[in-house]
């Protein structure tokens, strides 16, 4: 493999860049959907507006970059926007876009549960629904029970969701030991 030559690729859409003067920054993180934010100098003006007239939120985005002969994939997510610039003589397109942003906000579940279901298999139900995968499992993340319980008390009302908070306790303890006392509370109805 040649380490001294750069090598990069960017697409948007059906456009595919690999010539062109590209910067680019990408943020991951745990904690929230991962961003990229990309400039790219020197389109023709029927490449600018094929970029910035794509449809949001559904248009294939991806960043690849390496040396020649090795490129590795960086980013892949969902089109956010497509802003045009002039500095000078020269134009640009700045991109900026989601990873599975359209996913998690278009994906529907509607199955039921048989009694016993532990919250492992519901979240992971979810997680296939939208395409991604379960990442840490379920019992490192108690937050994501206090997000279930507030959901679950806006669609089945309070007595339902007293017995779930009664039966998730029980589930939990008896599958990983004490509920942590760091565990969120459930919100209040």
Request: aromatic fraction near 8%.
């Amino acid at each position: 493999m040649n380490l001294f030559r750069r090598s990069w690729r960017v697409q948007v859409g059906e456009l595919v860049t690999e010539g062109l003067a590209v910067k680019f920054k990408i943020k991951r993180s745990l904690a929230a959907v991962g961003q990229c934010e990309f400039t790219v100098y020197g389109l023709n003006e029927d490449h600018r507006r094929e970029v910035t007239h794509a449809p949001r939120r559904t248009t294939f985005v991806e960043v690849q970059a390496g040396y020649e002969g090795g490129r590795s994939t960086l980013f892949r997510g969902d089109l956010r926007k497509a802003v045009p610039a002039r500095e000078g003589t020269e134009w640009s397109v700045t991109v900026t876009a989601g990873d599975g942003e359209h996913a998690i906000r278009t994906a529907r579940v509607s199955r039921s549960f048989a009694a016993g279901a532990t919250l492992e298999s519901v979240v992971r139900a979810i997680a296939d629904a939208m395409g991604v995968g379960l990442g840490y499992p379920v019992r490192y993340i108690p937050e994501l029970f206090a997000l279930l319980t507030a959901m679950f008390v806006a669609l089945a009302g309070k007595n339902s969701a007293d017995n779930f908070i009664a039966y998730r306790e029980r589930t939990v303890s008896a599958q990983y030991g004490p509920v942590p006392p760091n565990a969120p509370t459930p919100p209040q109805v």
